[in-house]
């Protein structure tokens, strides 16, 4: 009965804002916790192979079948988009989760990272094949920074949780 009687209104802008990892910043703290797991994966399955099957020399190699000036700049691409994103990934988690306030910027960079490696790796692809590359794999950054670049910055749980 006391908790019902000491509960502010939500709806009361003077009312103490929401703290802790809770509500609509659950969201990005599981994509932050997948994120790097999710890039590991593409590295080691995806990538690394390349390197180590012989591929990498077919592709980069003048005269070769498979042989196309962009190609291995797009792998090179790639792999250092990839590396990057998850070291970005890994420290925001880190100070997502030391609850910094260090991270909403941490996550807005992340988020920004994404968009300018989607989009370029997009033209990337374009440049190589003769169709159109689906927007797709572009368009979901570009949503997601839509979306949560406004929340981390201008969130009253952000700000009462991102204190440290």
């Not at 196309?68 to 890994?90: D, I, K, M, R, S």
């Not at 997601?144 to 969130?155: D, K, M, N, R, T």
């Amino acid at each position: 009965m006391y908790a019902l009687l000491t509960m502010r209104n939500p709806c009361n802008p003077d009312a103490d804002p929401p703290r802790g990892i809770g509500g609509w910043l659950i969201l990005p703290a599981l994509g932050l916790v997948i994120s790097p797991l999710w890039i590991a994966y593409v590295l080691v399955t995806r990538h690394l192979p390349l390197f180590l099957d012989g591929r990498w020399a077919r592709l980069a190699t003048v005269g070769t079948h498979t042989y196309h000036p962009l190609l291995a700049c797009e792998v090179v691409f790639e792999v250092v988009g990839n590396l990057t994103g998850l070291t970005l990934a890994t420290v925001t988690l880190v100070f997502f989760l030391k609850r910094s306030r260090r991270a909403p910027m941490l996550m807005v960079a992340l988020l920004s990272w994404g968009v300018v490696f989607s989009v370029t790796n997009h033209f990337f692809v374009n440049a190589l094949s003769a169709g159109s590359p689906s927007w797709a794999d572009a368009f979901r950054p570009i949503v997601a920074a839509a979306i949560w670049i406004p929340y981390f910055l201008e969130s009253r749980r952000v700000k009462a949780t991102f204190v440290r």
